[in-house]
């Protein structure tokens, strides 16, 4: 792993206290920390969620928009009232969780059209630091040993490689929620790519996807070899921009999470597909779109091809030195489909 405390960069504490149920708790945010985080810190220390948290005497009016940095709003020191009724522990369905928005939202952004924008989102002072927190918290299953001299492939499962909602709600069997050619697949880019499970779900979950799906514990030609099971959204943090000109935050799956473990992986190497744009903010050019696959009952759906494609484009390029030279989507028109079909013409 890397040496991370190399990496920080001093930022200004603010301190700050709170009355809620007649107790005084304390939180110490930073400058790069926005009215978001102060929020989420108010649930974990109270389990009241955001949007029940009703916060009194902080600032003179409205609070301010989610986005708002702290900085901005010259509150160190103060103290405020909270109130606001807790969430129980009971367990949720997962897609059901509010800190778990993304697998059933289908609001996206796209940065690959914007370098500009990506390279605001990557030398954020919070952004960085929330990459090195998330490295920290990050808990990797490994299932299979890493093998020597391997691509990386870092991969999304809902609505990428299975349709989720008959899968939870067990109106479909396990295999015929999965993507048509998903275990060809794996089997086709197997010899050229290590494969990572990157998911928004707890790791019980997850194992049991995984097994119904036959993708771990089978005897099939391939083998994935390490999961990160993200629940709480320890290693999934959100990020603020603009979306048709209104501020929009979404959560995002940064790949130096992962490089910061596996130091061997790196945008070199390593290329992430996901039917979200948006999980690739902090890392564009390594994030590869594929359309999301959903009504698995359907007739289109079981004609969907788009595994068959994506395996022969990924076997393409594995025989590429440096992935930094490959744009999988190099314009709005243009992705990583229209090479595809260059090399099938040639």
């Known amino acids: 792993m890397h040496n991370l405390k190399d990496e920080i960069i001093p930022e200004t504490k603010i301190p700050l206290t709170f009355k809620w149920s007649g107790r005084e708790y304390k939180v110490d945010l930073l400058g790069s920390d926005r009215v978001y985080d102060l929020k989420t810190s108010l649930m974990s220390l109270t389990k009241v969620p955001p949007e029940r948290q009703k916060i009194l005497g902080l600032v003179k009016g409205k609070l301010p928009p989610d986005q708002e940095r702290i900085a901005d709003l010259r509150i160190a020191g103060k103290s405020f009232t909270l109130i606001g009724t807790p969430e129980g522990d009971e367990i949720k369905d997962p897609s059901k969780l509010e800190f778990l928005p993304d697998v059933v939202n289908d609001l996206d952004v796209d940065f690959a059209d914007n370098p500009a924008a990506a390279a605001v989102y990557k030398n954020d002072l919070r952004n960085i630091r929330k990459v090195r927190e998330a490295t920290e918290k990050l808990q990797i299953n490994i299932i299979h040993p890493l093998r020597d001299g391997k691509r990386l492939l870092v991969l999304d499962i809902d609505y990428t490689i299975l349709d989720t909602k008959p899968l939870t709600s067990g109106s479909l069997p396990p295999a015929e ?11 086709a880019i197997y010899p050229y790519y290590d494969i990572c499970i990157w998911s928004q779900t707890s790791w019980i979950w997850l194992e049991t996807k995984l097994v119904e799906l036959g993708m771990v ?32 935050a979404h959560h995002v799956k940064a790949l130096q999470i992962i490089w910061n473990h596996f130091p061997q992986f790196s945008a070199k190497n390593t290329i992430h597909v996901d039917d979200l744009s ?34 022969r484009y990924m076997v393409h390029i594995a025989a590429i030195d440096d992935f930094r030279t490959l744009r999988h989507k190099a314009s709005f028109s243009k992705t990583w489909k229209h090479e595809l079909r260059r090399l099938t013409q040639s």
């Open 177 to 187: 929620c999965a993507r048509p050619g998903l275990h060809e697949f794996l089997e």
């Open 278 to 311: 948006r999980n690739f903010a902090l890392n564009p050019n390594e994030g590869l779109k594929i359309h999301a696959f959903k009504n698995a009952h359907t007739e289109q759906a079981q004609a969907d091809r788009e595994l068959q494609k994506l395996a």
């Open 217 to 248: 514990g089978s005897t099939r030609n391939y083998q994935v070899l390490f999961v990160c099971a993200v629940l709480d959204k320890s290693c999934m943090f959100a990020v603020f921009t603009e979306r048709n000109g209104q501020p929009y």
